[in-house]
Nanobody
């Protein structure tokens, strides 16, 4: 089992920045690829970003490319999502997720490919 706890959400003005963190406990964190997903009000859950177990490979949704950066620190069992130039449409509950196995863009962008999920952290961007 892997337990995931997100933090760092909050209220920010458009154009501002936030950094989300997701800390894992349980099984070996470094063996998992990690992803961030979000679900806005009245919307379906959508992929945001993913990172391979080593941190050497990343994948982003087009909507956040160039604004968001995913990273990880395996010594701290933590994955991060740095969000810059935030827009009101980024408002959502953000979830981190973990999956073992291969890292490929068409796989890590699919929520059903993940085995473990955190409880989510709210990000609200005001205009």
């Amino acid at each position: 089992q892997v337990q995931l706890v997100e933090s760092g959400g909050g209220l920010v003005q458009a154009g501002g920045s936030l950094r989300l963190s997701c800390t894992a406990s349980g099984r070996t964190f470094s063996s998992f690829a990690m992803g961030w997903f979000r679900q806005g009000p009245g919307k379906e859950r959508e992929f945001v970003a993913a990172i391979s177990w080593s941190g050497g490979t990343t994948h982003y949704a087009d909507s956040v490319k160039g604004r968001f950066t995913i990273s990880r620190d395996n010594t701290k069992n933590t994955v991060y999502l740095r969000m810059n130039s935030l827009k009101p449409e980024d408002t959502a509950v953000y979830y981190c997720a973990a999956r073992p196995g291969m890292f490929a863009p068409h796989i890590v962008a699919q929520g059903h490919e993940y085995d473990y999920w955190g409880q989510g952290t709210q990000v609200t961007v005001s205009s």
